[in-house]
C-alpha cells in the first residue's frame, strides 16, 4: 500500500470501512461463487471487512488475510474469529508456498500501490492450478452527478489528486487486464461492477448518499495538509451533500471493475 494513503487511519476510519463493506457487499461479491474452494487468501485485508463477510457468507472456506499494517491487523483481530488467519507480510514477497491457495483477492487494495504487476505476479504463484485470483478496483473517472453539484465535483478531483502523489492510482480499474496479462497470466476477464446507481436502485439512494460523504470526507485532513483545500472547502463539500439529500431528482452513479485471471 503507498505510504499517502488519504483517509489516515484512527478509530473512525475503521468504523467506515466496516460499514462501506457492508454498503458495497451486494456490487462487491455479486457473481461469487466458492463452492468447491477450501482456502482464499485476500491480499491487503486491512480492518478484516471484507472477511468478516466472506466468513459469513461461505463459514466452511479456511480464510487467510495478509496485510503489511500492524494497527489494521490489530483492529481485524479484534472482529475476527481465531479460525481466520492474520498474517503481517508484504504482497510482494507472499510467505506462502506456490499454488497454495485455491482462490485469491485483492479488493479496494491495488488502487493503493504504485504498481499492481508484482502484486499479482505473486498472487498468480500463490494460487492453485484450476484456480484463480480476482481483483475488484475502482474507476473513479466513473463517477457522475446528474446534474452537477460542483463542489462535490471539485473535491473529486482533489481527492484524486491527492491520492495519485501519495503513489495511489484512483484510476486502476480499467487497467487491469493488462497488467495481468504483463504479469504472466493466461486467461484474463474484466468486466464493469456497477456498485452505485441511484436511478437503477432508488431505494439505496439515502444509504450510498451517506457512504458517499463518508468516503470523500475521510480525507479532508490529507487534503488540508497537503494545500489540495481548505476547512471552508469541507464545510462546503458537507452542504453540498445536504443539498444532494434534498433533491431526490439528482441522479448519480459509480463504476468499478472486477478482473479474474489464472495462471
Not at 476477464?189 to 450510498?208: C, G, K, L
Request: hydrophobic share 45%.
Amino acid at each position: 500500500m503507498s505510504e499517502g494513503y488519504i483517509h489516515g487511519f484512527s478509530s473512525e476510519e475503521r468504523d467506515r470501512l466496516v460499514s462501506q463493506a457492508r454498503i458495497l457487499a451486494p456490487g462487491v461479491f455479486d457473481g461469487w461463487d466458492l463452492s468447491g474452494v477450501r482456502s482464499l487468501l485476500e491480499i491487503g485485508c486491512g480492518v478484516g471487512a471484507e472477511l468478516e463477510l466472506v466468513a459469513e457468507r461461505w463459514p466452511d472456506v479456511r480464510l487467510v488475510g495478509i496485510d503489511r499494517a500492524a494497527s489494521y491487523l490489530a483492529a481485524a483481530r479484534e472482529r475476527l474469529p481465531e479460525t481466520i488467519g492474520l498474517v503481517r507480510g508484504d504482497a510482494l514477497a507472499l510467505p506462502f508456498a506456490s499454488g497454495f491457495f485455491d482462490r485469491v483477492v485483492t479488493i479496494w487494495m491495488l488502487e493503493h500501490v504504485a504498481d499492481p504487476v508484482p502484486v499479482l505476479r505473486e498472487a498468480l504463484r500463490v494460487v492453485a492450478p484450476g484456480g484463480f485470483v480476482e481483483c475488484l478496483e475502482v474507476d473513479n473517472a466513473s463517477f457522475r452527478i446528474d446534474p452537477p453539484i460542483p463542489s462535490i465535483a471539485r473535491w473529486f478531483e482533489r481527492f484524486n489528486r491527492v491520492q495519485q502523489a501519495g503513489g495511489g492510482d484512483p484510476f486502476v480499474g480499467p487497467k487491469l487486464a493488462a497488467c495481468a496479462e504483463r504479469a504472466g497470466a493466461r486467461t484474463v476477464r474484466a468486466d464493469v461492477a456497477r456498485m452505485i446507481d441511484s436511478r437503477a436502485r432508488p431505494e439505496r439512494r439515502e444509504t450510498w448518499i451517506g457512504y458517499l460523504e463518508s468516503l470523500l470526507l475521510s480525507g479532508a485532513d490529507t487534503l488540508v495538509r497537503t494545500g489540495e483545500a481548505t476547512r471552508q472547502d469541507a464545510d462546503e463539500l458537507a452542504a453540498a451533500f445536504r443539498e444532494l439529500h434534498a433533491r431526490p431528482e439528482v441522479g448519480f452513479r459509480y463504476f468499478a471493475t472486477r478482473m479474474r485471471c489464472s495462471r
